[in-house]
């Protein structure tokens, strides 16, 4: 009778945790090209006031184990046309061993290679060498944060100290690549370096002091759940307002570098001090159009954002506003902005600085 009872209270304990096991389905990518379209009609959204085109299309698969072969399924997803190539997604559930075939995605690759080849073509032909070493330059960046970055912030590093450093070398190897081993593109640089560190010190700060906690988009709580909760979203969140400043930060300092460089070339007779309210004056114009780039840059990004809280909800503007959400986008162009301020004093300080004594001997 004991083992009966100790056999009853064992299954109790494991039932539950063989219930709870979840096997994922697989799911898989073909690519497909449609036949014939065989109906198409416009139907209600459940639960909503919208319409969505209804389609069943006979396709033919064009890639996998199962390539040549034709079937037909039922579209819900985007209005296809005869002719039109797509990826078919096929889900597998383990559990019942059941198929299902839907529209995933367009096939988008030649528009991006035609598109990524003309910018090609106007960077080789207008850019001339200058736009070649930027491309590089831009190679190695992206390098840089697929291979360095963003290993480094799944490997459990903090991801603020991992965002500077690689904001660092992108800065140092991509100016030198660019713009040559130069006095002038040193002065840029150590501006960048002293900017980035200034920024990160005031993203923290913000960060800390509106309590955010970088939940704001759906990606960053799958990110969390994906990675049981082993990523740091606060320090992901100050990392990309960094790397985000970038672009615009090296056009700044460049600016200030070169600025001041000629104006030593012009001015010989002028004092440093007034070469640098000179070289000021001239950043203050580019810190306008700058700002106002970076900060439509953003807005343009959040747009449907806007519009759909715009048309959805009538709450007070404070409050909207006050959601993390909004707050992110916020602090993430005022912070921004503030970088690409303090860029122009500190590296046109510096060039006047390393580029005076240089000067007297001729550049």
Known sequence: MKFFLGAIVLLGMYTPALAQEVIPDTVLHYKAQVLEVLSQREELIPGTNTNAIYQTIRVKLLDGPREGEEMTL??????????DVFYLRHTSNIA????????AEPYRVPVLAFFVGLFLLCLFVFGGKQGVRGLIALALSLFFIIYLLLPGIVGGYPPMLVAIGVAA????????????????????????LITIAVTGALAYLAIDMARL???????????????????????????????????????AAIGQSVAVEELMRAGGHLSPKEIYWRAVRIGREHIGALVNTLAIAYVGAALPLILLFKVSYTQSPLISINQELFATEILRTVIGSIGIILAVPITTAIAVWMLYKKSRNGI
């Open 213 to 251: 906690s970088g939940f704001a988009s759906d990606e960053s709580v799958y990110l969390n759940f994906d990675t049981g909760g082993a990523i740091d979203l606060v320090g992901l969140l100050m990392g990309s307002i960094l790397i985000g400043l970038l672009g615009v930060l090296y056009d």
């Open 96 to 103: 019942d061993g059941r198929d299902f075939y839907s529209v």
């Open 74 to 83: 039922e579209n819900d997803f985007l209005e296809l046309r005869v002719g």
């Open 169 to 192: 070398l992108i800065i140092v190897l991509g100016s030198y690549i660019t713009h040559g081993f130069t006095i002038t593109t040193t002065t840029a640089v150590i501006g960048m």
